[in-house]
């Protein structure tokens, strides 16, 4: 250990040595009481963490605690939280409405005319105009016929 | 469950409102990194006090990180009011508090990562190793990040008093 190291240790670390990391703490305490530069850089360093001793907070809230454990013991160890209760009511309502879209789908799909060129000559102009012209009929009323 | 929570709770709310400066936030971050135990607690691998505690300390971190790049800024600290207080003591109490604004307000002007190592090494007490391990760097540069931290809130600290 010499001054520098000694220095930069407190820099780091702070005036209190058994903060200090284990392996530096018996040459840094053999330095400090050796050298009066030691005691002055230590001093330094103590008012420091003093200041900064100052700022205190707020301890927990005893509500905030029951409601930890609360959430803890309703819920299996383990089990992560997109398995949580309010999670499957979001999953269900998501997964009504995806069935709800495919129903209407199938329903445009299964209401619509057979490609046939008689029947889709009546409404071939419609088809061909609308977002499902992937019927197979074209403007033509032929089978095929779309590009 | 019991013995957990009231052992941790303390230590995770004091870190989150050290970073955020906000009660109700810091409580949510504090619920929500018990959560965070639950859903591990099926396949947590016991290495030790040291290890689990590192590990808490740095999903804290964590939250209190995405909830400060939400917000949109890097300073933590939300304003306190002032209050006025007449009852015994209270002067006392009025320094006390004034001490602690004014180390709020120099930590709150740190750089993030030297605000970190400040707030694990010296208020939470982690050991060097483990507060590098949370901050995922080396303990030469938690050293770094700690000396220049320091400088600064001596220049600051001392000017202010």
Redesign the interface.
């Given at each position: 250990m010499d001054r520098n190291r000694f220095a930069d240790l407190a820099a780091a670390y702070g005036g209190d040595l058994s903060r200090w990391p284990i392996a530096e703490r018996a040459g840094a305490e053999a330095w400090l009481t050796s050298s009066p530069e030691a005691a002055r850089i230590i001093a330094v360093h103590q008012r420091l963490d003093h200041w900064l001793n100052n700022y205190v907070v707020e301890a927990a809230r005893p509500d905030l605690q029951r409601r930890i454990i609360t959430e803890a013991v309703s819920r299996p160890r383990g089990l992560p939280s997109m398995l949580a209760p309010w999670r499957w009511s979001m999953l269900g309502a998501g997964g009504a409405l995806a069935a709800g879209l495919a129903a209407g789908v199938l329903f445009v799909v299964v209401a619509a005319p057979p490609a046939e060129p008689s029947r889709s000559a009546e409404f071939g102009s419609v088809y061909a105009r609308s977002s499902f012209g992937d019927l197979g009929v074209g403007m033509d009323g032929a089978p095929g016929g779309g590009d | 469950?019991?013995a957990l929570?009231?052992q941790k709770?303390?230590r995770i709310?004091?870190l989150a409102?050290?970073m955020l400066g906000d009660?109700a936030e810091s409580?949510d971050v504090?619920?929500e990194a018990?959560?965070r135990i639950?859903?591990?607690?099926?396949?947590w691998r016991g290495d030790g006090g040291a290890r689990f505690d590192t590990w808490l300390h740095t999903v804290v971190l964590n939250l209190c990180r995405d909830r400060l790049r939400r917000r949109g800024r890097e300073k933590p600290f939300a304003e306190t009011p002032e209050r006025a207080d007449e009852t015994p003591g209270a002067e006392a109490r009025v320094q006390?508090d004034q001490?602690?604004s004014?180390?709020?307000a120099a930590?709150a002007e740190l750089p993030e990562r030297q605000r970190e190592a400040?707030m694990l090494?010296?208020?939470q007490?982690l050991?060097?190793q483990d507060a590098a391990t949370a901050l995922e760097v080396s303990?030469e540069a938690?050293?770094?990040l700690?000396?220049r931290a320091?400088?600064t809130?001596?220049a600051r600290?001392?000017g202010m008093?």
């Open positions: - | 469950v019991h929570v009231s709770l303390p709310l004091t409102l050290r009660v409580e504090a619920q018990f959560l639950w859903r591990r607690a099926g396949d006390a001490a602690s004014l180390v709020r930590l400040i090494y010296h208020y007490e050991s060097n303990v938690l050293e770094s700690l000396s320091r400088r809130l001596r600290l001392h008093a």
